[in-house]
């Protein structure tokens, strides 16, 4: 038993099963919610970004996708092209992949438009007039709308990344 083989597979799978979980509860449950109770929602998700949401995720998302690309560096043989053409090689990368691009659409579109929302709900009792609430308001349901579409986009890729990792070895 290599000693840091299992590391990395708990580390691996531990992050992985967070991360997918997240998404899956997110998209499935938790948004579409979130949608239905309108300003009311949005003080649901203020409270995870208070708890440190915005933070948690993408690390465990980060030791996922880090922790899985060592990985394949040992199972590859140092990314052999013989084993990552194989069909199990090609399985673990496109998993892989779909999993590196939903981390990049998380950090590069998911998170800067809630940390937006969250800025915006924190300027939102200091507006001078109904103006510039309802200024507020409808940036911060552009913001909604852009994390939604995120949030497909997330989980759709990380379906496929998980179906990969679920049954490459037996391709
Ligand atoms: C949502 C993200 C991910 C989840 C939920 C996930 C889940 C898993 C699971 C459950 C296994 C064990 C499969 C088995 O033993 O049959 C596994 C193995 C593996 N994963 Fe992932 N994974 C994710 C992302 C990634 C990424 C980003 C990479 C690489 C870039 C990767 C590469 C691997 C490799 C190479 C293995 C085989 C490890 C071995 O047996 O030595 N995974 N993954």
New binding site residues.
Partial sequence: MDPL?IT??LL??FT??Y??GTIFFFGTFLEPGIRALGPDGGKVMIKFFERGYLTFLPIT?FI??A???W??S???SGFDPAWMGSSVGIM??T???S??L??AVGLGVMRPAALRIWDISRQLPQAADDAARAALMAQMGRQRARTGIAARIILVL?VI??AM??V??YA
Avoid: E, P, Q
Wanted: no cysteine.
């Fill in positions: 083989l990395l597979r691996h799978i992985g099963v991360w997918a998302a996922a996708v922790s899985g690309t990985l394949l040992i199972a590859s673990y990368s998993g892989g992949l999993a590196i939903a981390f990380l990344a998980v990792m679920a490459a070895r």
